[in-house]
């Protein structure tokens, strides 16, 4: 791995989505990291004057550790486009398409990447009867870290049809995504691209200790186990290797990503299905892809900057290509 030249990094997080306080903690952790490498660091919780904060600063490159709208969305990255700033992880329109469900859907299951079935449906459908047939599961089209995700089974007490002051992501959202629930295990894979392309880093089963791996699940120590790596088949895990680097080609992901897989170890290979690609995955101490760089001998210092570094060549690479463009 190249040493990185001694840089000025504003690392970017906070904002004001759902999942401000684990940006928090990801921004953090990453600008400790870089200070400890050396790197002078600038950090930005961010609010509606960023755009002038960052200019200001003027930093040679900007850790994005922002996670849901608008960091996630290609709204800030749209923006440091426009202010020719340097910035980690995917681009606009990647961000754009993975952020949303069903576009994610529209772009992997036609390249043979598996994910469920299932319809977005406006949230005032559900008082009138389910969209599919129970269970199934309900969740925001374009929020991470499992924000208002609702399973309904028979025997939950959203009632039959679902009712209007029953607590739930209908309350909160005008349209959500109906998938098929798939029962099973809950796997996870990250992906770290260099030089030599995105490679796939190992599998980690989830093993929430109570009820399902949601937001609370996710960041509250104690309350899931990562088993890393998973004790699953060999053809299992390879596929999700497989899968995971696809999707992060399909969509054009960069820096890092990782993808969520669901899997019904009754069917086999049949049985995995990708949830999600998450194109800024958590840098938190509980947080997965430092936990599987870990295991594979990438300690949290190197992580970030392999980040930052990679975040550099891509912009070198697009500064070429302009020219080349500009030459022809």
């Known amino acids: 791995m190249s040493k990185l030249p001694k840089l000025h990094i504003a690392v970017l997080m906070g904002g004001w989505a759902n999942e401000r306080p684990v940006s928090l903690m990801s921004g953090e952790g990453c600008a400790n990291a870089l200070e400890e490498r050396g790197h002078k660091v600038t950090r930005i919780d961010m609010d509606r004057n ?19 709208v608008p960091g996630e969305d ?18 606009l329109a990647t961000s754009v398409i993975a952020i949303d469900k069903e576009l994610t859907k529209q772009a992997l299951v036609p390249a043979g990447i598996p994910m469920p079935g299932g319809r977005v449906v406006q949230s005032k459908e559900l008082f009138e009867g389910d ?31 679902i009712q209007r002051d029953a607590a739930g992501p209908w309350q909160q959202f005008e349209s959500l995504l109906a998938e098929p629930f798939i029962r099973g295990r809950e796997l996870t894979t990250a992906v770290i691209d260099s030089a030599e392309g995105p490679r796939a880093l190992t599998v980690t089963e989830l093993v929430p200790k109570s ?36 999707a992060h080609k399909v969509l054009g992901c960069k820096g890092t990503s990782r993808t969520d897989f669901r899997w019904d170890d009754e069917l086999g290979e049949q049985g995995l299905f990708i949830l999600e690609t998450n194109t800024q995955p958590g840098m938190t101490p509980l947080s997965l892809v430092p936990e599987q760089a870990k295991y594979c001998g990438m300690d949290y210092g190197d992580l970030v900057e392999a980040i930052v570094s990679e975040a ?9 290509e302009g020219h080349a463009d500009g030459d022809s």
């Open 211 to 246: 009820g399902f791996y949601d937001f609370d699940a996710k960041y509250t120590d104690g309350m899931t186990d990562h088993i890393c790596p998973a004790d699953i088949p060999d053809n299992i895990a390879a596929l999700c290797l497989d899968y995971a680097v696809g």
């Open 312 to 320: 550099l060549r891509v912009a070198e690479a697009s500064k070429t």
């Open 131 to 161: 969209p599919l047939p129970r269970p199934y599961v309900l969740k925001p089209v374009n929020e991470g870290s499992s924000v208002g995700v609702a399973i309904v089974t028979d025997d939950s007490n959203y009632g039959n049809p």
């Open 74 to 91: 290609g709204t800030v990255q749209g923006m440091l486009d426009l202010m020719g700033i340097p910035y980690t992880h995917s681009g």
């Open 50 to 68: 960023v755009a002038a904060r960052i200019a200001e600063a003027a930093p040679d490159v900007v850790f994005n550790a922002l996670h849901g």
